[in-house]
């Protein structure tokens, strides 16, 4: 039996002529943390209407717990919701937010205070049961709207941007609650987000999505080591993307004629001749004052920036081009204007067919 406890199969949805969603197919794990990320505008939150039955798939197949859901209403499936806006009841006190959905289902009311408790202290907010949203923090709305959508025990829990109304430092500390949460519990989460690095940060998963479709499904470590389209390439973390030609061939180390000069990558499946992208992160290239064996490729250096975890560097290279690499601290050894040789290690780049 499969662990797939969401399926969406040939998912597409069109708005008159305009196909957000197109041909989506994608399996969603019991306990997962997924994240669908991408521009706006790419489909991530329509598709995560259509799971929810808040907009109705144009066509394909929708399936929670292998069961067809797309004709049922948003509350017969066995999702919740939480938006970026926190859509709280602003007349009712934390309590009555939370007990809100059980209060309709006509629960007891000593089983409604003991849920509403439990979620409470999951949420460590103790204590704050009767206060009004307007005398709560974006931190603390946001986790009443967890609570809320959590008291019902879904089975699939789906985040719309919901750190995205918060400051800089309360989002990164809500990342780290709602990763804790979510393994402490054990409920699978589609997460929808724009902002990489709270994607890298908190998936099991991660879905890349461009103009309604998905370009790539790994982890976060594949996805940013081995991305296999260039769109993929230059949306995750900085990337420096060369466009050339296989030279050479060897043990599936490419030697690759750009523009800008010579350059190594690793890749398997291309053949001498071919056009392709070679992605390197700035992180991973080096340079020197001397000539590098296989490498030909030089350039001035035109700044140095510093940015508080390391010192970033741009090079200018012979075809106008510019490439940027980072280090923790500066090369005292180097300086602006100077002339230097550019190099890595070709296991580190990445060879990209320009057609998949």
């Known amino acids: 039996m499969s662990d797939s406890i969401v399926t969406l199969i040939d998912v597409e949805k069109s708005f008159g002529k305009n196909k957000v969603v197109q041909k989506m197919n994608i399996e969603i794990k019991q306990g997962e943390f997924l994240t669908l990320l991408g521009p706006s505008g790419c489909g991530k939150t329509t598709t995560l209407r259509m799971i929810a039955g808040f907009e109705e798939a144009t066509s394909g197949i929708i399936m929670v717990q292998g069961e067809r859901v797309e004709d049922k209403e948003p509350f017969e499936r066995d999702v919740n919701t939480v938006f970026q806006n926190y859509a709280l009841f602003p007349h009712m ?34 204590g704050y049961e009767y206060r009004k949203p307007d005398a709560l923090s974006g931190g603390q709305k946001q986790r009443v709207a967890i609570a809320r959508a959590l008291v019902n025990n879904p089975k699939v829990l789906l985040l719309d941007e919901p750190l995205g109304a918060l400051d800089l430092k309360l989002r990164k500390q809500m990342q780290v609650e709602l990763k804790r949460l979510q393994k402490k519990l054990g409920i699978t989460f589609i997460y929808v987000t724009h902002d990489q690095e709270e994607a890298l940060t908190m998936s099991d998963r991660i879905a890349i999505m461009n103009q309604g479709i998905i370009e790539q499904i790994d982890s976060p470590k594949e996805i940013y080591e081995h991305p296999v389209t260039k769109f993929v390439a230059g949306f995750i973390g900085e990337s420096n993307i060369f466009n050339g030609k296989v030279i050479d061939l060897s043990n599936e180390i490419l030697t690759v004629e750009t523009s800008s000069g010579i350059i190594k990558a690793k ?22 004052k001397v000539i590098i064996d296989g490498f030909d490729l030089k350039g001035k250096i035109k700044d140095f920036i510093y940015m508080g975890t390391v010192v970033k560097t741009s090079v200018d290279l012979k075809d106008h081009s510019e490439i940027k690499y980072s280090r923790f601290e500066k090369d005292d050894e180097l300086c602006e204007g100077d002339i230097v040789n550019i190099f890595w290690n070709p296991e580190k780049a990445v060879a990209i067919k320009t057609q998949i």
């Open 93 to 126: 006190n934390v309590f009555d937010n939370i007990a809100y959905s059980l209060k309709i289902k006509k629960k007891p009311r000593d089983e409604i205070a003991k849920k509403v408790k439990e979620m409470l202290e999951l949420v460590q907010l103790n």
């Open 267 to 288: 890749g398997k499946g291309f053949e001498i001749g071919e056009s392709i992208y070679v992605s390197i992160r700035p992180e991973y290239i080096k340079v020197s």
